[in-house]
Structures are given as structure tokens and as C-alpha cells.
């Protein structure tokens, strides 16, 4: 009897590291989507300070001094938020790199087992033939 088909088996590792790698690059898309507001905070925020000091030497008065400082104070609360966000982002990547690399493994020793099992079986079978054929010689020279 041929033993257990590891199809299945191989078949439902496949699925799980297709997903791991589904999750591993979704990771990655939010990980570059919130680089690119931080990066956008960031530019905005060199903005206002560049105007600031423009307007510095043009001389400003103390209420547009203050509205410019808040909206720095508050920009770079958004950034100092979205560098925290950044880190976690960044340890989602590293665990989901770890957890697809834990199934692609898990596949890959389930395939070597396929080919292993497959080469025994077929071993199996050419002997279990040989066996059969020289049954068949003796068979027929004892006549």
C-alpha cells in the first residue's frame, strides 16, 4: 500500500507561506506609507522654520510669530508620533520576515519529505518488480 500522500499536506504549507508572504509585504506597503507622511511632515516642517526666519528678517509681528511657532510645535508632535509609528512598523516587518521565514522552511522540509517518501516508494516498487520478475524466471525455468 502506498504510504500517506504528503499532496495535501505540501498544499496547505504552500497556502501558509503564501499568506506569511501576503502579510510580509503588506507590512512593508505600511511601513513605506507612513516613511512617506513622515518624510511630508518632516519637509513641511523645514518649510514653516525657512519661512519663519524669512520673515524674521523682514521683521514679524508677535502674533504670527506665535501662530508659526505653534503650528512647528505642533508638526513636530505629528513627526515625533509618526517616528513611533515608524518603529512599531518596522518590528511588524522583522516579525512577519521571521514568521515567513519559518514557513518557508516548514514548506521546504515538507517537499524534501514528498521527494524522500516518493524515492522510497519507487524503490519499493522496482524491488517488489525485481522480486516478482525473478520469481517469473524460476517459475518458468523450473517447467
Given amino acids: 500500500m502506498k504510504p500517506f500522500s504528503l499532496d495535501v499536506v505540501l498544499k496547505y504549507r504552500k497556502r501558509q507561506k503564501d499568506r506569511a508572504r501576503n502579510r510580509y509585504q503588506e507590512a512593508q506597503n505600511q511601513y513605506n506609507i507612513v516613511k512617506q507622511e513622515l518624510l511630508a511632515q518632516q519637509a513641511k516642517r523645514t518649510s514653516l522654520v525657512n519661512d519663519l526666519s524669512q ?13 508659526y ?15 513611533e509609528k515608524l518603529k512599531k ?6 516579525r512577519e520576515r521571521t514568521f515567513l521565514l519559518k514557513k518557508s522552511q516548514e514548506h521546504k522540509v515538507m517537499d524534501k519529505l514528498k521527494e524522500k517518501q516518493n524515492l522510497e516508494w519507487q524503490q519499493h516498487l522496482e524491488k517488489k518488480e525485481a522480486t516478482m520478475t525473478d520469481e517469473m524466471a524460476i517459475l518458468y525455468r523450473n517447467r
Fill in 55 to 67: 520673515l524674521h528678517l523682514q521683521g514679524i509681528d508677535i502674533t504670527k510669530h506665535i501662530r
Fill in 69 to 83: 511657532e505653534n503650528h512647528i510645535e505642533l508638526l513636530q508632535a505629528e513627526i515625533d508620533l509618526l517616528k
Fill in 89 to 94: 512598523k518596522q518590528e511588524k516587518i522583522v
